[in-house]
């Protein structure tokens, strides 16, 4: 298999459920859900004009990728973190076994943070799923919800109250697993998105998931 990566870094997880853990971040390149609060459309494009040739050529923020293989990714990845988190741009694009396969063999868990648009993640063995369901964006793209029975996390960002309303309709839609953890994320560190989540979350035992990187000026 071939997946273009747009950047690999060792951070801290600011988001959900694993808050505080630390984690190598793999981003692949290429989404087209359209988000309008996306923090890394730089991820979205796969034009031809920013492929390279290694992985020298794109780490950075940037539009560049690097078209590589599983074992090729594993070698680039730092030492010493337990946890590689794949995010993008939109991984689930990718049939992601055969590179689940290869970070398992190289002693790394691995979690994973797609749209809900995408199953390729499905049976694929990750040790974490995160989805963050992106209704109603400007891509145009469905959310797909035979695969909610797989996650673990539901990370839903929410800046007023007619969001809480979207998820609810998506949960009387899907089947979850069981354990499933639901986490309300304020949109942009909104002081009064934050404190309707705090009021939702208060009230049905869901998460506050507040962007912990964001406020410590870490990526």
């Known amino acids: 298999?071939?997946?273009n990566v747009n950047d690999i870094y060792n951070c801290i997880q600011g988001e959900?459920?694993?808050?505080g853990v630390p984690m190598t971040m793999l981003?692949?390149?290429g989404c087209g859900v359209g988000c309008s609060f996306c923090d890394t459309k730089e991820t979205w494009s796969l034009s031809e004009n920013n492929k390279r040739?290694?992985?020298l050529d794109v780490k950075g923020v940037n539009p560049l990728y690097w078209e590589a293989s599983q074992s090729e990714i594993v070698s680039e990845l730092p030492k010493g973190i337990n946890w590689v988190l794949l995010s993008g741009g939109e991984p689930a694009n990718y049939d992601l076994k055969?590179?689940?396969n290869a970070l398992h063999d190289n002693g790394r868990k691995v979690a994973i943070e797609t749209s809900g648009t995408a199953d390729g993640f499905?049976?694929?063995g990750f040790d974490w799923v995160c989805i963050s369901p992106k209704i109603n964006q400007r891509g145009g793209l469905s959310i797909i919800y035979d695969i909610f029975n797989q996650t673990d996390e539901i990370k839903f960002v929410v800046g007023r109250s007619s969001d809480v309303d979207v998820l609810d309709d998506l949960l009387s839609k899907v089947t979850l697993k069981e354990g499933c953890q639901i986490c309300l994320?304020?949109?942009s560190q909104s002081r009064r998105a934050t404190e309707l989540c705090i009021k939702v979350a208060t009230e049905r035992n869901y998460r506050l998931s507040?962007?912990?990187h964001k406020y410590l000026g870490i990526n």
Not at 16 to 19: A, E, N, S
Request: proline share 8%; aromatic share 8%.
């Open 1 to 3: 298999m071939k997946y």
């Open 16 to 19: 959900g459920v694993l808050t």
């Open 27 to 29: 981003r692949l390149q």
């Open 53 to 55: 040739l290694s992985f």
């Open 98 to 100: 055969p590179l689940v």
């Open 122 to 124: 499905c049976d694929a």
């Open 185 to 187: 994320q304020p949109i």
């Open 210 to 212: 507040v962007q912990v």
